[in-house]
T-cell receptor
Framework: EDQVTQSPEALRLQEGESSSLNCSYT??????LFWYRQDPGKGPEFLFT???AGEEKEKERLKATLTKKESFLHITAPKPEDSATYLC????????????FGTGTKLQVIP | KAGVTQTPRYLIKTRGQQVTLSCSPI?????VSWYQQTPGQGLQFLFE???????NKGNFPGRFSGRQFSNSRSEMNVSTLELGDSALYLC?????????????FGEGSRLTVL
């Protein structure tokens, strides 16, 4: 069964303390791996799409990478405004034209 | 450009009632997908409409239904509300389908069922 699993569920960092969020997937024939950021009470906001193992994308303090089994969202020297829930998602295979989301990692960056 | 607009933002209903939520996608986007978000289950896919046709449906009971109009605006309806239907309902629009790339989400409609 296609599945996307995120870890940890929650992460608390001091400002400037770099870390990584993990997204492992069991989707065969991956057609893309998406990262989103969601602030409380708002809809998710698109960050990155990764298509093939070895691909990397960066945006400010965030860098997303992809291997054959998982994706990482690296946060370098985070600031309090990076606090949010980070979601990863992947399109399902088997002709199902829909996306499955992980349950997210809630990141809190403390000043 | 204008983003995805969802109305109403907040609503409170009682068990047994029905509710209709509305979503206006980004201009030019033909796909609208709906998701239910709860603290325990995360984002769960409800259904997707593409050019007025339902493209796919998630594992939700028939009380959950939707439609899309010729201007791509979409509505979802939940009949005979249950306490467990309390959630944030999100819609997302995309140019060519939810599985093909970037989704643009609205801010959601928060439904509370008493």
């Amino acid at each position: 069964e296609d599945q996307v699993t995120q870890s940890p569920e929650a992460l608390r960092l001091q400002e400037g303390e770099s870390s990584s969020l993990n997204c492992s997937y069991t989707v065969s024939g991956l057609r893309g791996l998406f990262w989103y950021r969601q602030d409380p009470g708002k809809g998710p906001e698109f960050l990155f799409t990764l298509y093939s193992a070895g691909e990397e994308k960066e945006k400010e303090r965030l860098k997303a990478t992809l291997t054959k089994k998982e994706s990482f969202l690296h946060i370098t020297a985070p600031k309090p405004e990076d606090s949010a829930t980070y979601l990863c998602a992947a399109p399902l295979t088997g002709g199902y034209q829909k996306v499955t989301f992980g349950t997210g990692t809630k990141l809190q960056v403390i000043p | 450009k204008a983003g995805v607009t969802q109305t109403p933002r907040y609503l409170i209903k009682t068990r047994g009632q029905q509710v209709t939520l509305s979503c206006s996608p980004i201009s030019g986007h033909r796909s609208v997908s709906w998701y239910q978000q709860t603290p325990g289950q995360g984002l769960q896919f409800l259904f997707e409409y593409f050019s007025e046709t339902q493209r796919n449906k998630g594992n939700f009971p028939g009380r959950f239904s939707g439609r899309q109009f010729s201007n791509s605006r979409s509505e979802m309806n939940v009949s005979t509300l249950e306490l467990g239907d309390s959630a944030l309902y999100l819609c997302a629009s995309s140019l060519q389908g939810s599985d093909t790339g970037e989704l643009f989400f609205g801010e959601g409609s928060r439904l509370t069922v008493l």
